[in-house]
C-alpha cells in the first residue's frame, strides 16, 4: 500500500508565494512543527532568481538541493509560480520529503492521496 501525502513533509509553492518568501535573492529559514510546537525539521531556503536552493540535514550529513522554477500566466492577469520536480521536471505545487531522499514530486515519492 502506498504512502500518503499526509504522511510526508510538503513545500508548497502557493504558500511561499503569498507569503512573499519568493522574493530574489534573499535567505530564509523554514521549520516544520510537530503538533506540540517542536521542530519536526527545518532547513534553509536560498531564493535565486529562477531557482531555489534548500539546504537540510539528512543523517550526519547537510544536503544542497537545486530546485528550479517555472510560472505560467492567469487568465486576468499575473503570473503563477510552479516548482518544477528534480527527478521528473513535471510542474507542480507541491514538494514531498520522504524517507530522507530528496525533495520530490507526489508521482516521484510514490505517494497517494
Keep these: 500500500m502506498k504512502r500518503l501525502v ?7 509553492i502557493t504558500v511561499l508565494a503569498q507569503g512573499g518568501w519568493l522574493i530574489p535573492f534573499s535567505a530564509y529559514d523554514w521549520v516544520w512543527w510537530t503538533q506540540k ?5 527545518s532547513m534553509t531556503i536560498t531564493v535565486l532568481q529562477d531557482a531555489r ?9 547537510r ?22 520536480c528534480p527527478a521528473c ?9 520522504v524517507n530522507k531522499q530528496p525533495f520530490r514530486c507526489r508521482i516521484c515519492c510514490e505517494l497517494a492521496y
Aim: hydrophobic content about 35%; proline content about 8%.
Design 89 to 97: 521536471q513535471r510542474r507542480v505545487g507541491l514538494l514531498y520529503y
Design 37 to 41: 510546537r517542536s521542530i519536526m525539521k
Design 6 to 12: 499526509t504522511e510526508a513533509l510538503a513545500l508548497d
Design 63 to 84: 544536503i544542497l538541493q537545486t530546485i528550479r522554477l517555472t510560472s505560467t500566466s492567469r487568465p486576468r492577469g499575473g503570473k503563477r509560480p510552479w516548482f518544477l
Design 53 to 61: 536552493q534548500l539546504v537540510y540535514p539528512m543523517g550526519p550529513q
